[in-house]
């Protein structure tokens, strides 16, 4: 708790360009090792990457050969959720909290969804129409924010790429999911995503977002160099890089099965 006594404490870290590989792993140890509440904002990433969720196969998600070719890195990271490409033109907001920081809040998927959508409700209160659709922020039917989430026993983490921009030709090295939300009715990327810069500015919407945050936080600016961060270097995380031997065993893969459905 804050010295108030009234608010929980959450430290507010601030990131500019941050490779996304290194962010998953700096929230992975926070969420291991930390006993503290955290708001991590990275604005953009410094280059185009695909970040898969844990259980994500990439012979399913990804057109790999065009991937291999180009070679565009492709995390796989340690919570759950689908698969995105991001780049500098996407903002990073991630929430690391103790369920007895929120305890209302139950440490299951759907109630932190909620929270989460009621958090960015109050964000984005007046500009466009916003919705939480399924697990997806949405401007009415069109999607702008991906979500996923890991909790363990005493903590959870729900971090969020939000695409104030986006090149559509970066939409190409992603498959349409077999498993899409219901509301995405089949329609390919260029149908079913938009752009925030069309509603808000990019340093609105995180001033909105670190102001919002203060209705349920004593929010408290953090250097990443301060003592308050913990360090731990015996700490392995499981969010790691794809090497090119293991993508093109999933390409050889995936192309052999392609010839035996042809037979």
Known sequence: MS?????????????????????????????????????????GTNEPTIVM????????????????????PVVKRFSGGGTVIVDHQTVFITFICNTDALPSVQPYPRPIMSWSGQLYSKVFQGVGDFSLRENDYAFGNRKFGGNAQSITKRRWVHHTSFLWDYEMMNMGYL????????????????DFICRMKDYISRQEFINRT??????QFCVTPLDLESSDCPDDTKFVPSTRLLGKQEL??????????VILQSL
């Open 3 to 43: 010295s108030r006594g009234l608010l929980p404490l959450m430290n507010l870290v601030r990131l500019n360009g941050v490779p996304i590989l290194q962010q998953l792993q700096l929230e992975e140890r926070l969420l291991r090792t930390s006993s503290h509440n955290w708001c991590i904002v990275n604005d």
């Open 248 to 257: 093109e065993e999933w390409f050889e893969s995936e192309s052999g099965n």
């Open 210 to 215: 670190i102001s919002a945050l203060g209705s």
């Open 175 to 190: 498959k349409l999911p077999k498993r899409a939300p219901e509301y995405r009715q089949a329609r390919d990327h260029s």
């Open 53 to 72: 969720g844990i259980s994500g196969k990439p012979a399913e998600l990804l057109e790999i050969g065009p991937v291999l070719q180009d070679k565009v």
